[in-house]
């Protein structure tokens, strides 16, 4: 078993920044895929970022790869999402997820078998 438990979301402008924290407990966190996902009113969860525990390799989807950044501080069990020029469509509950049952991390929420309660991202235009 691991626990998850996200914080850093918050109201912001466009254009600004936030950074996430995804903090783990319970199992060893070193060998654990992390994801980050989001969930928009009426719309489905969706992939945002990915890093793997073998060699850090991360992952992003289009719509995010060059303005969020994702991390890993193994030493503090955490993984970062830093999300800079923020935009309206952005706006989402954001869950970070975590698997070890995977070669490379997966894109589908489905993959992963651990998730956080999540915290809102608001972005106002």
């Known amino acids: 078993q691991v626990q998850l438990v996200e914080s850093g979301g918050g109201l912001v402008q466009a254009g600004g920044s936030l950074r996430l924290s995804c903090v783990a407990s319970g199992r060893t966190f070193t060998w654990f895929h992390i994801g980050w996902f989001r969930q928009a009113p009426g719309k489905e969860r969706e992939f945002v970022a990915a890093?793997?525990?073998?060699?850090?390799?991360?992952y992003y989807t289009n719509s995010v790869r060059g303005r969020f950044t994702i991390s890993r501080d193994n030493a503090k069990n955490t993984v970062y999402l830093e999300m800079n020029n923020l935009k309206p469509e952005d706006t989402a509950v954001y869950y970070c997820a975590a698997t070890i049952n995977t070669q490379d991390p997966p894109a589908t929420s489905t993959g992963y078998g651990y998730w956080g309660q999540g915290t809102q991202v608001t972005v106002s235009s």
């Open positions: 890093i793997s525990w073998r060699d850090y390799s991360t």
